[in-house]
């Protein structure tokens, strides 16, 4: 049982609109001012119908506006009109001091091992996010979709209509859906999906429709970091008899063991050995994430070390040089340090952090 990012939101304003606009005369913006503390006064980032842009807290005003239409609590609507409907026996509104049997326990994740998750009480995500379920509930979910046991026909298709274009992944949104073609595997087919994806600290979730062949691929992880858009699209190579790539191995995880056991020197041959190999890959941000790793081991020279490959591998990222920099001045390599954070400034002039260093390094 997994904790889901809340793909019920929108449907439930759907299916108040429709039954229960007029169950009340209360000044529905008032209270939303007055519950949220929003200031209408502040100007819009655009016009509404302009282009789109995801928000939480949009999400949490349309759980307020489901409560102050139905004069109920968003865990009461959310039980009536979707979960006891659709027999969703183990799914529900997240309460933490709720016993749940068989409930996943969270994991953070940084490349290189795994650790229990910090304390974090998820209620507090409200309607953009409190909601735990399953991958059979979620199933339930999706079938009821093709039916109208929730909403009719046409508020259906007006939600997984396209409603505006997403520029930035691409594709369109819809009322509460992201309708896109995605990947077939490695092939170069595409199909339309209708989907949303989520994240709470260390669980995720992508939930995806297959319209044309009625087929639904839900994945639900309870680490911080899942590769979940890569299964997803090799899934869909395997639903549709195409290509695709099996999952590589980490450079950076595999480097990490090479140097625990054998010494920073027998990393390095490792880590040469290793990008010969197809079944590996190197990510800058993963080797970043290694060589503070070692730094908080007190392992400085190990740190700098690991950066030194992945500048290699990277000679145009500014965050390594940035990082270069600040494990140098902990060796106590000034010079060699205002030299990277120099560089790293060069790339990106709009570094902050490498500025602020410089400056109390007496760098102008």
Known sequence: MVKCKCFFKLLLCGIVSFNQWSATEQNTEEILIQKIGLNSKEPLLFEPGERFEYS?????????IIETITRKSYQEVLEEKIFKPLNMQNSGYYRHKTV?????????NNFIDYKNSNYFDFSNAYASGAIYSTVDDMFLFDQALYSEKLLP???LDLAFSKQVADKEYGGYYGYGWEIIEKPIGNSDSKIETISHSGSLPDYCAVFTRIPSTQTTIIILGNTGRAWLNAITQSTLAILNNETYNLPK????KAL????????????KIEFKNLLAENSYYVDENEMNVLSYVFLQEDKAETSASVLELAIEQFPNSFNLYDSYGEVLLNLGEKEKAIENYKKSIELNPDNKHGIEVLKELGVE
Not at 249 to 252: C, I, P
Not at 256 to 267: C, D, L, M, V, Y
């Open 100 to 108: 749940l049997k068989n409930r996943s326990s969270g994991y953070s």
């Open 153 to 155: 026909k046409s508020l």
């Open 256 to 267: 990490f063991n090479a140097i625990n056991e054998g010494g920073i020197e027998f990393g």
């Open 249 to 252: 191995k980490s450079v950076a």
């Open 56 to 64: 939480n807290c949009g999400y949490n005003l349309l759980g307020y």
